[in-house]
T-cell receptor, first 112, second 113 residues
């Protein structure tokens, strides 16, 4: 099956700085890569996703990049704010399948 | 439109007891999932149901059973709870081929003593 590795496990940044979280995957057939944000005690919620036919996707301060050859994808958050503090999870799946494989999460702290 | 709902929110069991976690969605999704979330281990898939009438094992199915009661409801049963099943359980649903985004329920925090 798929193996998704996520780094770093914890990340602290100053407000206004950028944060980058990286994930690698093992199954070359994976072609859908979502990122979820989970605030303390809450449910995971999708913040951005990318499919394998696209190399980069951006939504305001959040962007995701995908390198299919190297099998890695990254989340970039610019101009971080305290409300960005949360745990972020990457995931990988085949669009035709139901199995989503999640990374182990990155706890992001934005220091005011 | 409530999205994905789960009951109960919290539960404490003794080793060997059984219980069923309930999940329902009102988004007319075909696919539903059960995950467990443990510290430092992310979300791991227990079982999923691609459509009404079908269920399949995920990464960590041992000790669990599921029932896809109808299109809306997907339950998870622990027949004989063990301390290793202490976790937060999330139900999710999506519509594959349409948006793929999984929508999660609020979670059930289960403690097995």
């Amino acid at each position: 099956g798929e193996n998704v590795e996520q780094h770093p496990s914890t990340l602290s940044v100053q407000e206004g700085d950028s944060a980058v979280i990286k994930c690698t995957y093992s199954d070359s057939a994976s072609n859908y890569f979502p990122w979820y944000k989970q605030e303390l005690g809450k449910r995971p919620q999708l913040i951005i996703d990318i499919r394998s036919n696209v190399g980069e996707k951006k939504d305001q301060r959040i962007a995701v990049t995908l390198n299919k050859t190297a099998k890695h994808f990254s989340l970039h958050i610019t101009e971080t704010q305290p409300e960005d503090s949360a745990v972020y999870f990457c995931a990988a799946s085949r669009a035709t399948g139901n199995q989503f494989y999640f990374g182990t999460g990155t706890s992001l702290t934005v220091i005011p | 439109n409530a999205g994905v709902t789960q009951t109960p929110k919290f539960q404490v069991l003794k080793t060997g007891q059984s219980m069923t976690l309930q999940c329902a969605q009102d988004m007319n999704h075909n696919s539903m999932y059960w995950y467990r979330q443990d510290p430092g281990m992310g979300l791991r898939l227990i079982y999923y149901s691609a459509s009404e009438g079908t269920t399949d094992k995920g990464e960590v199915p041992n000790g669990y059973n599921v029932s896809r009661l109808n299109k809306r409801e997907f339950s998870l049963r622990l027949e004989s709870a063990a301390p290793s099943q202490t976790s937060v359980y999330f139900c999710a649903s999506n519509e594959l081929g349409y948006r793929d985004e999984q929508f999660f329920g609020p979670g059930t925090r289960l403690t097995v003593l």
